[in-house]
């Protein structure tokens, strides 16, 4: 693997080395009863997460693995496979995605918060996508973030993308408007609408919405 590596802080419960909490998954269906079971479940899963309790989450997921598909636009990569399985994530699926989500203008990589994948995976079988998710922006070095804060007012100082816990990203043939109005619903992070450039901001922070 060439290019640089930068270390960060885990910010949940540490296992081997990586977090191995996330934000409970709903795998109910699209209906209004379905997915106010899911709002009910994410919502203990992230009190658990408050708590630390990972087996907890592990738990009121029901145990089903979690798959992604991802295609890297800048790099034209693509990662499809399951990154969560028997109650643990699976921590070579996890480089192959921190790798797939580094900054390619320093092609530079860090540990991204697996809690961003758990974001994407849910909206993603809510929207029922049989596509992957296109992404735009992934990890960013502080470098690469104050250069984009220089050239857009709409690129924050102190984005989430820096901390590996945000993403840039579509999924063909799914509505940007419906995408982020299901995400912000959720309220399982924050969510950003750029519908004129035709991509959804997700991240795995704080529940907010613009």
Known sequence: MRG????????????CGRAEVAACLCCAGVSRRGLLRGFAAIGTGLA????G?????????????????????????VFDGTYWRDGRYDRESLKQLDWLFRDPARDEATPMDPRLFDVMHVVAQEMDAQEGFQVISGYRSPETNAQRARESRRVSRASLHMSGM????????????ALARLAAEMQIGGVGLYRRDGFVHLDCGPARRW
């Open 4 to 15: 640089r590596w930068t270390p960060r802080a885990c910010r949940a419960w540490p296992s």
């Open 166 to 177: 945000a993403a840039d990203c579509r999924l063909p043939g799914r509505d940007s408007l």
């Open 53 to 77: 309790g990972g087996p907890a989450l592990a738990q009121a997921t029901g145990g089903a693995p979690r798959a992604l598909r991802i295609h890297r636009m800048q790099t034209d990569e």
């Open 48 to 51: 658990c997460a408050a708590a």
